[in-house]
Structures are given as structure tokens and as C-alpha cells.
């Protein structure tokens, strides 16, 4: 009955959009059956999944507010607008991150531009060398993201390792650094970021994309997630504001970077990347350069509404520190670059948004409709698109299967092919694996708020002035 009414979706997708390209659902057993794409121009390098709407309206504040940039006391870097990059090849080069990166692992500057083709086999086709100002120090680069055929591309990555000298670590650093391709200067790039020793070690780190207006007040959905991994075994989070920033996120995030357990990068991006998936995959890739020499395990991609859920015997305490490197070493000799999991949707009636936790829920799908969910390596991964890694050196992706652990995904925005696509009496599965952590983390969010978590969460979705203190305990 189930694949009947899946066949039956997929004619209905393909009557709308006139084609449809099939990708894979996990089951329990850790089989696959298919989904449809309902882009008129698929491919499987698009690895675009059914479903996906909601990664362009998910993270949005509301418009009540006031607007500045804002500061905090964990500001690590400023993206500036994305601009073509001036060079003398007549090939265009749009640059969109400089990340310098300073550990004790590597040291090296990472150069992000826009991925087109002919840059790609522009720069591949050329010696590229990387220099200060002076000529004091020049290494030749390397460039990734176009290598791997039949994955997506989002950018070329230009790779120059550099010297840790006491100028490169210092607070609020700031230096020049020409890149060249067979001996001729394609242009300069300033090289920035503040508070370099702020970062630390950490076992797993996860992205947050930046919030932008909308309908859908997210600052009431990220704390309840930041605490649920927090709980379990989350070091740290890098987040990221865009454009304008509101005062509610900057309040809502406070208390973590008060903590010292988020750090905040802000992107001054206008057009294509300062919104939706393109906005979404600029952080991604931001991030796993800032993170290779701080993070053993990355979650670039794991939205504010899906929730890392493993075993049942193996879903306790903070699991997340020593999960990832045994299900890697279960794969010995393979050297393991990331690990895939399934997202299986659980029964969130659209009534039941803004009242409790997200995870107060009992019934999901047994069965996932969607693309999945990963974590990385960052010393592994060259790229990063958002269900899977794009480019890498070596290693590979392992799959586990539904029954050792996927991504609970509480979704709580709903566009019309999510109706068409899900099967009407499928929810069917009792899982309350992570219904048992809803006491705890509405405790840790009362902590963390100092206050009533439903009287905190009302004024943080309405944008309020009032400070979060005035709450009483």
C-alpha cells in the first residue's frame, strides 16, 4: 500500500514539473527505496531531496524589532559582502570567505570563491602560489571543490599554508596575501579575524546558519535545540548572524556566548547568498575551515528542527563525545571521513508549535522520505553541500542503517509537497527515546534563561525589547 501511494506521488510530481529523479529512503532494516525530485532540471550531482523547502524559511526572526550588526564578547570574524576578485586572466573569481585557520595541527589561509567551471579549470591548469605583501613568505596552493564528478559544486578553495607568526596569531590581526597563477598576480585578499585564541579543542562542534525575517520566529526553536545537544555531548556551536541582525537573536544567543560555549561569526552578504540555500551553503563551508583545527567531528548541516537520536541504550548521557569515533573504528581499516544518517519525520501537528518542546512527541514514520543527515571530519573534508561532503582527499562516507541511529526530524514548517508526499496513517512507530529528555532540557533552558521557558520563549517570538532579566525566576 505504501509504495503504491509513493508511485503515485511520483506521477503526480512528474505531471506538475514534467521529470523527476528518484533518490534514496531508508527503512528500519537499513534498505532504500525511492523519493522524487521536483526540480524540473535534477541530476543526481543536484542531490536535491523532496522535501526540502523548509531549509530557505526555517531559520527567520520576525520584523518587530530594531536592526544593527551588534557586538558580543565572542565575535571571531566578519565575512564581507561577496565581490568578483580582480584578476588578469579574464576569468571571473567571486570571492566569498577568507579563512585563516591557526592551530597546532596546520596553518593556513582558505580562500573560498564561487564555483564556476572555467575558473575551476582555469586555476587546476595553473601553478598558484600564495604570498604576503613583501614576497617574505610565498607556498604554493592548493584548490579543491571540482575534482569529485557527480557531486554537487559550491566553491573553489584555494589552500595556502602559512606561517603561525606571533603577526598572523595577534588579537584583531589584519594582513595582505596575493595570490598568483604562473607567475601572474590574479589579485590580493585581506586576511582578518579577531580573538584567534579564543577557540579551543572540541570533540563535536555544530554550525547555525544566520536567521532573516520571515513569518517563522526561530529564536524559540534554537535554544531548545542548542540544549538538547549541549545535554548530549556537543561541545560547541559557531553562529552565524546575516546582514542586519535583530536584537532578539543577539539576546537569544547570550547566554551561550556568555558561557563560552557558542562563538559568533557575522556575514555581510546582500542578493543570492544572503538568503536560502546558497546563504546556507556559504556558512557550511565558512565553517568547516574555521573548525579544521579545532574540531575532531563537524555538523555543518543538522537543521534547528532535527534531533541526532541513536539506539535506544546509546541515546543517554553525552553520548555525542565518543559515539562518532566508535562507529568510525567499527569500519577499521576504512579510513572514515563522515557518517550518513537517515531523517525520519515524527508527528508534529501544525497546532502544536510554539506550547512545548519539540521533542514532546511519540509517533514518527517508520520509514524516512528524505535525504540525510551527516557529520564530518574537517581534517578530511575539502567541501561540504547539506546532505552530503563534496570534496575530500581521502577516506570515505559510511551509512548507518535506522537501527543503530538517524536524525529525528520534528518539522515544523510544512509547504504543499510535504502533504502530497507523506502517506496518510504511516505514523505509526512509538519511539519516546527523546520524549524522555523534555524535563531536562526545559530545566537546562529555565538555567540558562534564568525564568520560565514558556514565558521566555512568548517574548523572544514576538521580538520584545524587554531584557530577558526581567523575567522573574
Not at 510544512?414 to 519511539?431: E, F, N
Amino acid at each position: 500500500m505504501a509504495l503504491m501511494h509513493l508511485l503515485g506521488i511520483a506521477a503526480l510530481f512528474q505531471a506538475v514539473t514534467g521529470s523527476y529523479k528518484a533518490y534514496p529512503i531508508a527503512n528500519e532494516g537499513g534498505g532504500f527505496s525511492s523519493a522524487a525530485c521536483v526540480r524540473k532540471d535534477c541530476t543526481d550531482s543536484d542531490h536535491v531531496c523532496l522535501g526540502e523547502q523548509e531549509e530557505t524559511v526555517i531559520l527567520q526572526v520576525q520584523r518587530s524589532l530594531p536592526s544593527s550588526s551588534g557586538t558580543t564578547s565572542r565575535d571571531l570574524a566578519t565575512i564581507p559582502d561577496p565581490g568578483q576578485f580582480l584578476n588578469s586572466t579574464n576569468i571571473a573569481l567571486h570571492l566569498l570567505s577568507v579563512v585563516p585557520s591557526f592551530g597546532d595541527t596546520s596553518n593556513f589561509v582558505a580562500v573560498l570563491f564561487q564555483y564556476n567551471q572555467r575558473a575551476w579549470e582555469a586555476l587546476t591548469g595553473m601553478d598558484v602560489f600564495c604570498s604576503d605583501a613583501a614576497k617574505s613568505h610565498r607556498t604554493k596552493a592548493t584548490v579543491w571543490g571540482g575534482e569529485r564528478k557527480g557531486t554537487a559544486r559550491f566553491a573553489i578553495v584555494v589552500r595556502c599554508e602559512w606561517p603561525a607568526s606571533p603577526a598572523s596569531q595577534a588579537h584583531e590581526s589584519s594582513f595582505d596575501m596575493l595570490i598568483e597563477g604562473n607567475g601572474q598576480e590574479l589579485g590580493q585578499v585581506q586576511v582578518q579575524q579577531s580573538h584567534i585564541g579564543m577557540l579551543e579543542q572540541y570533540g563535536t562542534v555544530a554550525c547555525i546558519p544566520g536567521l532573516w525575517n520571515g513569518e517563522i520566529s526561530a529564536p524559540s526553536i534554537i535554544p531548545q535545540w542548542m540544549e538538547f545537544y549541549l545535554l548530549h555531548g556537543v561541545d560547541h556551536f559557531i553562529v552565524y548572524t546575516s546582514g542586519i541582525t535583530h536584537a532578539a537573536v543577539l539576546e537569544m544567543y547570550e547566554p551561550y556566548i556568555k558561557a563560552g560555549v557558542a562563538t559568533r561569526v557575522h556575514v555581510n552578504t546582500t542578493g543570492k547568498y544572503a538568503h536560502g540555500d546558497a546563504h546556507k551553503r556559504l556558512i557550511m563551508n565558512d565553517c568547516l575551515y574555521r573548525m579544521k583545527n579545532h574540531a575532531q567531528w563537524l555538523m555543518p548541516s543538522v537543521d534547528v528542527d532535527e534531533y541526532i537520536r541513536l539506539a535506544d541504550n546509546d541515546s543517554v548521557g553525552d553520548y555525542m563525545r565518543t559515539a562518532w569515533d566508535k562507529i568510525a573504528s567499527e569500519h577499521a581499516p576504512k579510513l572514515v571521513h563522515s557518517i550518513s544518517m537517515a531523517r525520519v519525520r515524527f508527528d508534529r501537528p501544525l497546532s502544536v508549535f510554539y506550547d512545548n518542546l519539540l521533542v514532546n512527541t511519540s509517533f514518527r514514520f517508520p520509514v524516512s522520505w528524505s535525504c540525510p543527515k551527516y557529520l564530518v571530519r574537517p581534517t578530511l573534508v575539502n567541501g561540504v553541500d547539506i546532505h552530503y561532503p563534496i570534496s575530500w582527499e581521502n577516506g570515505t562516507q559510511i551509512s548507518i542503517p535506522m537501527s543503530q541511529g538517524f536524525a529525528a526530524h520534528y518539522r515544523v514548517v510544512h509547504g504543499p509537497a510535504d502533504y502530497a508526499m507523506i502517506p496518510k496513517g504511516l505514523v505509526t512507530v512509538r519511539d519516546e527515546t527523546l520524549l524522555a529528555d523534555s524535563p531536562r532540557i526545559g530545566l537546562a533552558l529555565e538555567n540558562r534563561f534564568n525564568g520560565k521557558w514558556p514565558e521566555i520563549e512568548k517574548k523572544l517570538r514576538a521580538g520584545s525589547d524587554d531584557q530577558l532579566s526581567q523575567f522573574p525566576a
